[in-house]
């Protein structure tokens, strides 16, 4: 299995991704998780992060406390799409499991420098503030990442916080800028994929028909998450952005994109935040990252289902 760390502002799509990744050992180690201010602010991000671990039956996960704040903005959140605690919906028994002793920046710095180059895959599901933190404090790392692979941005979507951006890079757009001139080779699963992996009422009776606790609070998670959507954009149901990342992982054949160019808006207040892919190859400027566009959302929540029957 393929070594990875998950940083993650749950959220309950973050939820149901490290839900995703905890159920499939074979395929994934998780080393750690690491939390940011993002969907709700820290301490309900850190919260949320050992109540899933709970319910995945997996206490003796670590789970380390990150940045609280963007590198040089406010911190945005989403209690209008998330609610109040950041993963309304189901009733989950409050944590009781510890929090990991240090700074989520430096578990990401350590356990790089710990493996041989190549081995840690990243998986950031909300702002990139705490990979930009430690690229910054660290930057022999950025040669040590096997690979980064995020949920952020949009291109022909546009964006779901403003009409430009993606909430994930629009928080941090700096951090963002960041890691996606890092070096590091980077997948990115934008609102382009996320909008396709749509919950149909099918496939949410599908995780409830499961009848695990797990199953239950999937589909009641998936129930509260972004049901706005339905009347806003006239989907089928919630888009369940963050597991494309830890689905990638499992079944890349998944997805399909193109390795391109992709710049972040760092200065206009207008599109702060737009994640610039060069999708045409216009530039000329050199490819960063492989940007996805489509996914085979059948096979996606077929995958899902299955591995989370496994909790
Ligand atoms: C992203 O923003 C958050 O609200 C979700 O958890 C996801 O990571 C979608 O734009
Ligand atoms: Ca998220």
Redesign the pocket.
């Known amino acids: 299995p393929r070594k990875i760390i998950i940083d993650t502002?749950p959220?309950q799509?973050?939820a149901v991704a490290i839900l995703l990744a905890l159920a499939s050992p074979e395929d994934v180690e998780v080393l750690g998780i690491t939390c940011v201010a993002?969907?709700v602010p820290l301490p309900l991000t850190t919260r949320n992060a050992r109540i899933i671990c709970e319910l995945a039956g997996r206490p003796d996960m670590q789970v380390f406390a990150g940045c609280d704040r963007p590198l040089g903005r406010d911190l945005v959140t989403?209690e209008h799409?998330?609610g109040k605690t950041g993963l309304d919906g189901p009733t989950l028994p409050e944590p009781v499991m510890p929090m990991a002793d240090g700074h989520a920046v430096d578990f990401i710095i350590e356990q790089l420098r710990k493996f041989a180059p190549g081995t840690i895959t990243l998986c950031p599901?909300?702002p990139l503030t705490n990979i930009a933190t430690a690229l910054q404090k660290a930057p022999d790392i950025a040669g040590r990442i096997a690979k980064i692979v995020l949920?952020g941005g949009g291109y022909f979507e546009g964006g779901?916080i403003t009409p430009a951006a993606?909430?994930?890079i629009y928080v941090d757009p700096q951090a963002a800028d960041i890691v996606f001139k890092c070096g590091a080779s980077i997948v990115v699963m934008p609102?382009d994929v996320?909008h396709k992996a749509l919950v149909t009422r099918p496939r949410n009776d599908a995780f409830r028909a499961l009848g695990t606790p797990a199953g239950i609070a999937v589909a009641e998670m998936t129930d509260f998450f972004e049901r706005f959507d339905k009347e806003k954009y006239g989907s089928a149901g919630a888009p369940l952005?963050?597991p494309c990342v830890t689905a990638y992982l499992i079944q890349p054949d998944l997805f399909k994109g193109r390795h391109i160019n992709v710049e972040i808006e760092t200065l206009s207040e207008l599109t702060m935040g737009m994640t610039v892919a060069d999708w045409w190859g216009v530039t000329g400027r050199p490819p960063n990252a492989t940007f996805m566009g489509d996914v085979d959302a059948d096979g996606f929540f077929s995958l899902l289902t299955t591995r989370l029957a496994r909790l």
Do not use: K, P, S
């Open positions: 502002d959220g799509d973050d993002g969907n989403a799409v998330h599901l909300g949920m779901n993606e909430f994930n609102l996320t952005h963050d």
